[in-house]
C-alpha cells in the first residue's frame, strides 16, 4: 500500500491529467475548487510535485505536467479505467458508482495487477464514461457536444466530460435516463426559454439543461 503522500501526489496528478485531456488548462484555482480542498494546501503540494519534477507553472501560472509527471499520471489514469471497468463489467457495480470506488482501488494495484486485470478484461479501450485509455483515440469523429444537436436528429453518446465523473447524484439521473455511452436518443426538442434539451430514448423522455448536455459529447446517426 502506498504511504498517504503518494496518494495525494496521485490524485492532484490524475486530476491534472484528466482535465489536460479534455484540453483545458489547469490552475491552483481549479484544483481548490475540484479538490474541495484550501489554496494554502493547494499551493504547498504543488511546490512539492514541482520540487519532485512533476508539473511546471508557466508565465500565466498554468500547470502543466513535465514528462515524468505525465507518465505517471497516465500509469494512475489507466489503472483508474480498468478499475472502473472490472467494477462495472465484472463486479455488477452500478455505473454511477464506479468513478468513486476505482479511485480507492486504483492506489492498490500493481503494475503487474494492471497488466493481468488488462489481459483478462481483454484489453478495454475506453472507460465505462467513454474516457479513452490513455494512449488511445477514438475512432468515431467528429464528436458533436450534446447541446449543439439539433432538433429531429438521432444521436449516440460517446463520452462524458471527466468533471461529471465526480458528480454522483448527476451520474445517476443520466443513468436512469440512459444517458451513457453506446445509447441513442432522438433530440426530441430545444427549450430556449429554459435552456432545456429534450431527449428521447426507449426509457422515455429526459430533461437536460443546456450546461450539460454541453459535457456530453455524442456522435449524429441521422
Ligand atoms: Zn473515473
Ligand atoms: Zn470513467
Same mark, same amino acid.
Given at each position: 500500500?502506498?504511504?498517504?503522500q ?7 496528478l490524475?486530476l491534472?491529467?484528466?482535465?489536460q485531456?479534455?484540453?483545458?488548462v ?7 475548487q475540484?479538490?474541495?480542498?484550501s489554496?494554502?494546501t493547494?499551493h504547498?503540494?504543488?511546490?512539492r510535485l514541482?520540487?519532485d ?12 505536467l513535465t514528462?515524468?509527471?505525465? *507518465? ?11 478499475a472502473?471497468?472490472?467494477l462495472?463489467h465484472?463486479l455488477?457495480i ?5 468513478h ?6 486504483e ?7 494492471a497488466a ?14 467513454g ?6 483515440e477514438?475512432?468515431?469523429t467528429?464528436?458533436?457536444?450534446l447541446?449543439?444537436a439539433? @432538433?429531429g436528429?438521432?444521436?449516440?453518446v460517446v ?6 465523473e465526480?458528480? *454522483? ?8 435516463s ?11 426538442e ?5 435552456h432545456?434539451l429534450v431527449?428521447?430514448?426507449e426509457?422515455?423522455? @429526459?430533461n ?15
Amino acid at each position: 500500500m502506498e504511504g498517504r503522500q503518494s496518494v495525494v501526489v496521485g490524485e492532484y496528478l490524475h486530476l491534472i491529467y484528466r482535465i489536460q485531456v479534455m484540453g483545458r488548462v489547469v490552475k491552483a484555482s481549479t484544483l481548490v475548487q475540484r479538490l474541495d480542498s484550501s489554496p494554502s494546501t493547494v499551493h504547498a503540494t504543488l511546490r512539492r510535485l514541482e520540487r519532485d519534477g512533476l508539473v511546471n507553472l508557466n508565465d500565466r501560472k498554468e500547470i502543466e505536467l513535465t514528462e515524468k509527471g505525465k *507518465e505517471s499520471a497516465a500509469g494512475i489514469a489507466h489503472r483508474h479505467n480498468l478499475a472502473e471497468y472490472f467494477l462495472w463489467h465484472e463486479l455488477k457495480i452500478p455505473w454511477y458508482l464506479v468513478h468513486t470506488h476505482a479511485h480507492s482501488l486504483e492506489h492498490a494495484i500493481t503494475p503487474l495487477v494492471a497488466a493481468r486485470l488488462e489481459e483478462y478484461l481483454g484489453h478495454p479501450k475506453f472507460c465505462p464514461h467513454g474516457s479513452p485509455m490513455p494512449g488511445i483515440e477514438h475512432p468515431h469523429t467528429p464528436l458533436l457536444p450534446l447541446s449543439e444537436a439539433s @432538433t429531429g436528429t438521432k444521436i449516440e453518446v460517446v463520452m462524458l466530460d471527466e468533471s461529471i465523473e465526480d458528480e *454522483e447524484d448527476l451520474l445517476k439521473y443520466l443513468q436512469d435516463s440512459l444517458v451513457m455511452p453506446g445509447q441513442q436518443h432522438m433530440v426530441q426538442e430545444r427549450i430556449d426559454v429554459t435552456h432545456t434539451l429534450v431527449l428521447q430514448s426507449e426509457n422515455g423522455l @429526459t430533461n437536460l439543461p443546456y450546461d450539460i448536455a454541453a459535457l456530453i459529447d455524442v456522435r449524429e446517426i441521422c
